[in-house]
């Protein structure tokens, strides 16, 4: 055997290797990613417009299962409260207990006297369509409206089934990270500036990103350490024929 023949031999058996590696490590890491993300997350179909334009009626959110402990200021969470039809609902958090809610105060939600910035709410609307009276989140409970003011059946509407139209933080099942559709709305929530400044601040996202990097990153290695084998074969025919030739013109 030829110098050239052993080194493309040796050649062939560490791609081979490689190979083998790039796929079982691929695998890993897509399986990996699929299994963390179904136990950290819960996908849920919006039933309403009460969240337009953030979240449309229809559209498939991923939510982060969390203790209601966890929930703060501007958070859009799931929860299920029997006095407001025990379903799973998707609306914004606006106060927690302590909080004093008003509006409106020129045309805004105000929290604690603090005029808050909404840029999620519908264009050329404003928190006034909900006409909230000045009201005191009872502690453990949390202040929950809906970005589509007018039509949102939210804490705004449930002021006098008691507790000041609130819901207990343990009805909260999960907080939405993110709308998987539509494609053309795919991507993570923003979280709202206008609460950052607030005792408590605002909330980290789960490790959605990370989880969708490990699949997509394990996917390619699968990809392309299958692929090695048959383009190795490919490149290999290539070389065997050139060989004869060259020889065949020396001579």
Aim: net charge positive; hydrophobic share 40%.
């Amino acid at each position: 055997m030829s110098g050239t023949s052993r080194t493309a031999g040796g050649q062939g058996r560490v791609g081979s290797v490689l190979s083998g590696v790039a796929v079982a490590l691929g695998c890993v890491l897509f399986l990996g990613g699929f299994v963390w993300g179904a136990v950290l997350y819960q996908p849920y179909t919006v039933p309403t417009g009460s969240m337009t334009p953030t979240i449309g009626s229809g559209d498939r959110v991923l939510a982060q299962r969390i203790d209601g402990e966890e929930v703060r200021r501007g958070d859009v969470v799931v929860f299920k409260q029997s006095t407001w039809g025990d379903l799973p609902m998707v609306k914004r958090v606006v106060g927690i207990g302590g909080d004093r809610i008003a509006c409106c105060k020129d045309g805004k939600l105000t929290v604690n006297g603090k005029e808050i910035a909404e840029p999620y709410l519908p264009k050329g609307t404003g928190a006034a369509a909900t006409g909230i009276p000045a009201t005191t989140v009872p502690e453990g409970r949390l202040f929950l409206l809906g970005d589509e003011r007018s039509g949102s059946m939210d804490s705004s509407v449930h002021l006098g089934d008691g507790e000041n139209g609130s819901v207990p933080r343990g009805a909260v099942q999960a907080r939405v990270d993110a709308v998987a559709w539509p494609m053309d709305k795919f991507g993570m929530l923003q979280r709202p500036d206008g609460f950052a400044d607030m005792p408590g601040g605002l909330s980290e996202p789960g490790p959605l990103r990370l989880m969708v990097a490990a699949i997509v990153v394990g996917m390619v290695l699968v990809l392309g350490g299958a692929a090695y084998g048959p383009v190795a074969k490919r490149v290999g025919r290539g070389r065997g024929r050139t060989r004869p030739a060259e020889a065949a013109r020396a001579g």
